[in-house]
């Protein structure tokens, strides 16, 4: 009995040893396609809950943003570890080969909504000029709103975000520690809105970049961003 114990953990050990030595073998290629099959099967699991409230189901970022629906959550646990795996061994692998990924922190979708009885996310890119002038003061209304109960006593607690807003620059202050992440995302959806519209207007603001440098000061009790010319 404990030859045969030795021998199965030896062969169990062997086993292993060669899964990992074989996954080393595959390419980013390989695990890149491995990784959309199973983004590919997350979107389509979602798809097939009827849409009829749309504020049952919620956004999740992994990598990509996906819309996942409570009844169904083990399964897209699941099948959210396994896209990850195979995300992060497509990351391993391009490494190896000399692949650097410079990812860009995604752009969140503006909205959720139901669609064809599909809960489906819409991104910026995806709206109208009339749908973009609708959203625009309502996220401009929430940006001047999302710190309003916040005091600036320290500007050291404060980063600063600038963006080209009509041809003209704007500054907004940003919480280093306070919905940080998610004042970033509004900011950076609004961002998005005022490039889709100079898009869908062909509107230029030759020479306009916002690298530009601002200092944050407190004024009254509130953040206050000064742009360095």
Sequence with gaps: MKIF????????????????????L???SYWGKRAQEKKREINLLSESVPCQDISTFK??????????????????????????NYFNKMLEAAARE????????????????????????????????????EELPKFKKNIMDFYKDVNCTDP??????????NCNYEGFAIHKTIRNKEFHELLLNYNELN?????????????????KQATISCNEGKPVVTISN
């Excluded at 999740?60 to 897209?76: C, D, G, R, T, W």
């Design 5 to 24: 114990t030795y021998f199965f953990l030896v062969l169990l050990i062997f086993q292993l040893f060669s899964c990992s030595k074989s996954d080393e």
């Design 26 to 28: 595959k390419s980013s």
């Design 59 to 84: 956004v999740v970022y992994k990598h990509n943003y996906f819309l996942i629906h409570p009844s169904l959550q083990a399964q897209f646990d699941r099948l959210l570890v396994e896209y990850d």
């Design 98 to 133: 000399g692949i650097i990924y410079d990812f860009l922190y995604p752009i969140p979708p503006i909205k959720v909504v139901c669609r064809d009885d599909k809960a489906t996310m819409l991104f910026v890119q995806d709206l109208t000029i009339q749908e973009v002038n």
């Design 156 to 165: 050291s607690e404060w980063g600063s975000m600038i963006l080209i807003v």
């Design 195 to 211: 490039n889709r519209k100079n898009q869908l207007e062909n509107i230029k603001c030759d020479g306009m970049s916002s690298n």
